[in-house]
DNA sequence: GAGGCCATGTAATGAGTTACATGATTAT
DNA sequence: ATAATCATGTAACTCATTACATGGCCTC
């Protein structure tokens, strides 16, 4: 179900063809929040269309289709974002190595962490570059309309990024002390 | 593929039972790393013996098997974890919704984000607790034995709901910021 | 015209959820 | 005895990935 509304939130910050929405699922959102393959994104169009939450707003070229939302399809978005619905089960590979770092050896577990304080600080690096460009952008048109999804989207991914770099370093400064004290 | 990986990673700290690993599962991990039901467990159990990486160590009351992790199994799991595997899609409908946001008016989005402040400073003050009771129970026995991982685990979330917690107090603030300066 | 990217589709397989099903043990 | 919990299993279904497949458009 996330998938549908994956699509009609997407979509709904700006009309896009599948193709489109496929690249832009490889781009972010999919490090956090959701992933999807063109071969579940085309059918999936085709059910929102074929239940009136979407439409085909424009036909292009090699038989694209750019698809909107639909008024009804706003509608079950918003339902959907404003029902609490218990957190339920995350996926995610690179915390679940995370988890399971007990099984590792104190200097192999290091090694891990240190990978993972470099990775997090690159990323973090990388956010605070595109919210640069953003802030820069926006300045430029004066009003901003309503909610910067695109801002809110790398600002957290800034946020945890951060947290999960100090985290890796409060734990490689626990295994040293375990290893010293110990 | 991974199931098998955070099966023998829970095996491996303790062996237990599926029925137990299924209530490991419900509990901390679940949230952040990995989900799963007794359904896909206790099949996966079966192949993670019939290929060797696991055993059963006890049979009890109501044949209940307890599970072990094998050499061939130990071996698996640490080349899994030292594996740099680029860290692909993750899945959290949580963070998803927080991706879009932008569908919302201010006010709706407002609402949503003091939810899930509260709900991250709850979560941080209750593994604030776990952690304390780690800590308190660790200086009772001398010498720890290597890497904690659950202290590991519990630290991660703390750090990550604060994260979570400040970004969405931040958002609020931008809000407000756009509300009133425009 | 060749190579690369745009654009969509489907079939086979694997992973994960829900629902159905059963029975033993323990606590009240 | 009766309810709660322990403990496992399987069948049907849905969701997701991988692989196969096709063709148009654009640039060089």
Known sequence: MSLRFALLG???ARPATGYELT???AEGID???WSAKHSQIYPELRRLTDDGLTEVVAEGARGSRTYGVTAAGREALREWLLSKGGPRGARNEFVLRL???GALEPDEARAVLERVVAHSDRQADELAGVLEYLQKERSGDGAPAGIDAEELAAQYGAYIYRASSDWAQWALDQIDRSASGG
Request: charged content about 25%.
């Open 10 to 12: 997407l979509l709904d």
């Open 31 to 33: 490090r956090y929040a």
């Open 99 to 101: 988890f399971l770092l």
């Open 23 to 25: 690249h832009r699922f």
